[in-house]
């Protein structure tokens, strides 16, 4: 059984900078895809970024130059470095990741930019 579990979300000031991680129980060289999406009240889930497992790196419009992408083996965890925050960067973050069409959920963690 594989799962995800996020950490790292917190409340930050404007431009401030945050670090979530994903820590994987299985090992993580096996997915496809692993990418972070964020959600917003009253808004629908939002795909952020996204890795694929040939290395390339995929980012929404809103987050390009600011946020980064990247994981680490040998941890079994992928990161979302984010920097130079804005107030509608608050959201929750989830981790998400898939293997030969089956996905994988964290259970999310909040974070919240005032300004």
């Known amino acids: 059984q594989v799962h995800l579990v996020e950490s790292g979300g917190d409340l930050v000031q404007a431009g401030g900078s945050l670090r979530l991680s994903c820590e994987v129980s299985?090992?993580?060289?096996?997915?496809?895809?692993m990418d972070w999406y964020r959600q917003a009240p009253g808004k629908q889930r939002e795909l952020v970024a996204t890795m694929h497992d040939d290395g390339r790196t995929e980012f929404a419009d809103s987050v390009k130059g600011r946020f980064t992408i990247s994981k680490v083996d040998a941890e079994n965890t992928f990161y979302l470095q984010m920097n130079s925050l804005k107030p509608e960067d608050t959201a929750v973050y989830y981790c998400?990741?898939?293997?030969?069409?089956?996905?994988?959920w964290g259970q999310g963690t909040q974070v919240t930019v005032s300004s």
């Open positions: 299985g090992t993580i060289f096996l997915f496809n895809a």
């Open positions: 998400h990741a898939n293997r030969m069409a089956v996905e994988y």
